[in-house]
């Protein structure tokens, strides 16, 4: 259950950042980190990159552990815990938390959308990289579905 959480978590935070692409913004009750619209855009690809190798991950655990539900989700958890290590990490060298990131946009969401509408080739590799995400997510929650809820065999 928890893993299922953190995939939904992941999904919406991924939904929360097109719709802010897109234009849809809110204002935060707290601040935001000080960054730079150049540095958020870097951090988004970095962490959209990471997305991709836990994903590219999770799916190798999936195959591998296919008949086995139980060790699936300990292996699952335990590269959970990894996961959210390394993304602190990436976060915490650019000067700032996964909260203050998201809030990040509600407070300079014109900002970003006219850097991104400047530098087309990064608004590009966003939108790459997000489909890459998105992508790999249904793949994995596709087999997650296969281990967790095997269909029968044909008579």
Not at 38 to 64: F, G, P, R
Not at 69 to 83: D, G, M, S, V, Y
Not at 116 to 138: F, R, Y
């Amino acid at each position: 259950m928890l893993i299922m959480k953190k995939i939904k978590m992941d999904f919406l935070m991924s939904v929360l950042f097109f719709l802010i692409i897109s234009g849809i913004t809110f204002n935060p009750s707290i601040s935001s980190a000080e960054m730079t619209v150049d540095s958020y855009c870097q951090l988004t690809i970095e962490s959209m990159q990471q997305d991709i190798s836990n994903y590219q991950e999770l799916i190798a655990l999936v195959n591998q552990y296919s008949n086995d539900p139980e060790t699936l989700a300990q292996q699952e958890e335990i590269k959970r815990t990894e996961f959210d290590e390394d993304r602190d990490t990436l976060y915490s060298s650019y000067g700032t938390t996964a909260d203050e990131y998201v809030l990040y946009m509600g407070k300079n969401g014109k900002a970003v959308n006219e850097y991104l509408e400047a530098n087309t080739d990064v608004k590009q590799q966003i939108d790459d990289l997000s489909a890459q995400v998105n992508s790999l997510m249904e793949e994995y929650e596709t087999l997650k579905e296969g281990v967790i809820n095997p269909e029968p065999p044909l008579p």
